[in-house]
């Protein structure tokens, strides 16, 4: 995933663009972070304008899809504005192609309109998601997750949430290192889980002691992973109840305890494969999985390689040693008299 292609048209929010050329625009190779070619496509020349008196010019023409290895879709800030066909049309070739296609917050619309997501799951800002879901009843559409992917199409929530996806799809195709290299230029967090809540129907006061536990207790578990946690084990550290303790956490984090537990050891072993040569049990261990068998079976879902084909992909093959300089000829003895 080196060549990336953004979908540039009018209309398209500035923040959105702004974000996906800030994840793979910059050259970042002194911190390992592979270098990308990024191309603004476009159906005609530009300028295009955009909202708040802002321009841009495009680099390529539509046709680049066909050489890239991920196309990106800035949402339009006015969702229901319709999308030219010559538009459309190529990112149905693109996604036809087995190219990944990914949709920042009301860009599924885009998607939608394309005709991609019909009896797909997809996601948009909680606010628009009645709305995508009326004018597009065969889409499932889901209300909590940052984002989602279904058959190699991405789409993500509101607004930040577009870093999210954009940091993951790294994240998938580069490795942890790369994206939490990335997210520490940007001044970001490296990891949001994708079923992560939009956000929270009941706030949790900051300096409240509840609040105050879970974090404690998620710190300690961060260090414990290879420990075999359970619920009543967190809740102990927390002086809950399970019961009462698994409700709060889910409050605090938008999610479960468990599945958050999980997608924790599943990074933590992610590190381990691509950062020591471990045997894969040994990394299971390390991460906190009761068995390999178990540890094989999460990893394969959640990551769609096994561990020994993940390690295997990840790993950067050894550059070849320089050869060694060719001693110069000496020079024959009338050179070296001068004659």
């Known amino acids: 995933m080196r060549r990336v292609a953004i979908v540039v048209q009018p209309g398209i929010r500035s923040f959105d663009l702004a974000v996906i050329t800030e994840v793979w625009g910059p050259d970042r190779s002194r911190s390992g972070v592979p270098g990308f070619e990024l191309r603004r496509c476009a ?93 597009y009843p065969g889409i499932v559409v889901e209300e909590a997750p940052l984002y989602v992917e279904d ?38 967090g490296p990891f949001r889980i994708g079923d992560h809540a939009q956000y929270l129907d009941r706030p949790v006061p900051a300096a409240d002691r509840t609040a105050e536990a879970l974090v404690s207790v998620r710190a300690r578990a961060l260090s414990s992973l290879h420990e075999p946690l359970s619920v009543a084990t967190l809740a102990g550290w927390a002086g809950m109840s399970p019961r009462s303790f698994a409700r709060h956490f889910a409050a605090a984090t938008g999610t479960t305890p ?49 561990p020994r084909a993940y390690r295997a992909a990840s790993s950067v093959p050894a550059a070849p040693p320089a050869a060694a300089p060719t001693a110069a000829p000496n020079p024959p003895d009338s050179v070296r008299k001068g004659s």
């Open 43 to 135: 159906a005609e020349p530009g300028p295009i304008p955009l909202p708040g008196g802002l321009s841009l010019e495009p680099d390529r023409g539509l046709d680049w899809l066909a050489t890239a290895d991920l196309v990106v879709v800035p949402a339009l800030a006015e969702p229901g504005d319709p999308t030219p066909e010559p538009v459309l049309a190529a990112l149905r070739e693109a996604h036809a192609r087995g190219v990944p296609v990914a949709a920042l917050c009301a860009g599924a619309f885009i998607l939608a309109e394309a005709g991609l997501l019909e009896g797909r799951r997809a996601v948009t800002h909680w606010w628009l998601a009645p709305q995508l879901a009326a004018r």
């Open 258 to 306: 468990h599945r958050w537990l999980l997608r924790h050891r599943l990074d933590a072993a992610r590190k381990l494969l691509e950062r020591t040569d471990h045997p894969v049990p040994e990394v299971a261990r390390r991460a906190g999985f009761a068995s390999e068998v178990t540890f094989r079976q999460h990893f394969t879902a959640h990551v769609g390689l096994g």
């Open 151 to 188: 058959g190699g199409l991405w789409t993500s929530a509101g607004v930040a949430s577009g870093i999210d996806l954009c940091l993951h799809l790294v994240r998938e195709a580069h490795g942890a290192e790369a994206a939490a290299s990335v997210a520490r230029s940007m001044v970001t």
